[in-house]
């Protein structure tokens, strides 16, 4: 009998999980098709982005993709100046706001607020909060409430691939 009640537990977890993982694939579809009817200043066509990015860009900025940790060429970036997005050129987070989480992405404790959007993100299946840039509608990272408790105790944590970086010489 016991061997019957582990097997109905076993089971009863497995649906559950399921039904976990199903109820975050369904907010993530509701959540992909706020995003592709969301209207930004910055509107291109999907072979227009392919054209422009590269294809690790084009996976981050316009899919919501994720690079691969100590990967990226700013992660460990220490130079003065803004990171811009990679999609549009617009500034999004200021040198001095940069600090080392150990994560392997760039984070900052916080960016240009005038430039972000909040939104949420599914994909995982569940919730966390997604970092955009306000006028493409490029996906940046995510943001982390386990930051620096000295300034703002937020992580803007964000893919390289998504920032092009000015230095402080020639930014304007």
């Not at 097997?7 to 993982?21: P, Y």
């Not at 803004?82 to 392997?104: I, N, P, R, W």
Request: glycine content about 10%.
């Amino acid at each position: 009998m016991s061997e019957s009640n582990s097997s109905v537990k076993s089971c009863f977890f497995l649906v559950g999980i399921t039904a976990f993982l199903c109820i975050g694939c369904i907010n993530a579809q509701k959540q992909e098709s706020k995003t592709e009817t969301h209207p930004y200043p910055i509107n291109k066509t999907e072979v227009q982005w392919k054209a422009q990015l590269s294809p690790k860009a084009f996976y981050v900025l316009r899919q919501a993709g994720t690079e691969r940790p100590f990967t990226g060429k700013y992660h460990d970036h220490k130079e003065v100046g803004t990171y811009h997005c990679a999609g549009c050129g617009v500034s999004l987070y200021q040198s001095e706001h940069k600090f080392d989480s150990g994560t392997g992405w760039p984070s900052f404790d916080r960016g240009i607020d005038k430039h972000l959007e909040l939104g949420e993100d599914y994909l995982l299946g569940y919730r966390r909060i997604e970092l955009k840039c306000n006028q493409c509608g490029g996906h940046l990272g995510h943001l982390f409430p386990d930051g620096p408790r000295q300034t703002t105790g937020m992580r803007h944590c964000i893919n390289s691939v998504a920032l092009h970086f000015v230095p402080k010489s020639t930014d304007e």
